[in-house]
Nanobody, 127 residues
Framework: QVQLVESGGRLVESGGSLTLSCVAS????????IGWFRQSPGQERQFVAA???????KYADSVKDRFTISRDNAKKTVYLQMDSLKPEDTAVYYC?????????????????????WGQGTEVTVSS
């Protein structure tokens, strides 16, 4: 089991930066891919970025070169550094965990493949 708690969401101006944190509890953290997803009003939840089990990362095209995901297994924490924020980045951001074997790490970005979810943290980017 993995429990996830996100924090760091707030109102920020366009062009600004923000760092989200996801703190996990449970013994399986190091055996999981950890992903960030987001959901804007009236839209489906979409993949943003993921940190694999072993020093590998994946990003959605819409955030590549602006967002950076990182993980600290000792602290059981994953960070999402968001730079050059745009109004279209406004959403509720969710942290999710996917228990997987190393050879299958980052093999999927589908939310249905992630077993554990946090409650979300809201990010609003003003224009």
């Amino acid at each position: 089991q993995v429990q996830l708690v996100e924090s760091g969401g707030r109102l920020v101006e366009s062009g600004g930066s923000l760092t989200l944190s996801c703190v996990a509890s449970g013994y399986m953290f190091s055996r999981c891919d950890i992903g960030w997803f987001r959901q804007s009003p009236g839209q489906e939840r979409q993949f943003v970025a993921a940190a694999g089990r072993v020093d590998a990362y994946k990003y959605a095209d819409s955030v590549k070169d602006r967002f950076t995901i990182s993980r600290d297994n000792a602290k059981k924490t994953v960070y999402l550094q968001m730079d050059s924020l745009k109004p279209e980045d406004t959403a509720v951001y969710y942290c999710a965990a996917r228990h997987t074997i190393i050879t299958a790490s980052l093999s999927t970005t589908s939310e249905s493949d992630y077993q554990y979810w946090g409650q979300g943290t809201e990010v609003t980017v003003s224009s």
